[in-house]
């Protein structure tokens, strides 16, 4: 199950996000558009350089993948499902 998030939700969780990874690389492998939808699978890799949820900076490099499919409405997202990989991205980061 998932929850609605505003945009200054999605700002912040977009910036701690950053601020745990701050080199990640998104690397689109398919953007497929069809009526007012685009899906996009996508690689993303970085270094582990400050706290995500709750886990103190490890310095591993991670990767992990993400599906989103967005509706376009007058050329701007309207609504966007996204799935991430978190459980494999907490598996890479947990010590010991």
């Known amino acids: 199950m998932g929850s609605e998030l ?8 977009a910036s701690g996000f950053h601020e745990a990874f701050p080199d990640l690389k ?3 492998l398919d953007l ?9 699978r996508a690689m993303d890799r970085g270094t582990h350089r400050g706290v ?8 591993r490099r ?3 993948e993400t599906i989103a499919i967005y509706r376009i409405v ?3 997202i309207a609504e966007v499902w996204q799935l991430m990989d978190v459980q494999g991205l907490l ?3 947990r010590v010991g």
């Not at 505003?6 to 969780?13: G, M, N, P, W, Y």
């Not at 497929?32 to 996009?40: I, P």
């Open 32 to 40: 497929v558009a069809e009526g007012d939808r685009v899906a996009l």
């Open 74 to 76: 007058g050329g701007k």
């Open 62 to 64: 991670v990767e992990f």
């Open 52 to 59: 995500y949820k709750g886990i103190e900076p490890t310095g």
């Open 6 to 13: 505003d945009l200054a939700q999605v700002k912040t969780a």
């Open 91 to 93: 598996r890479q980061l």
């Open 26 to 28: 998104h690397t689109i």
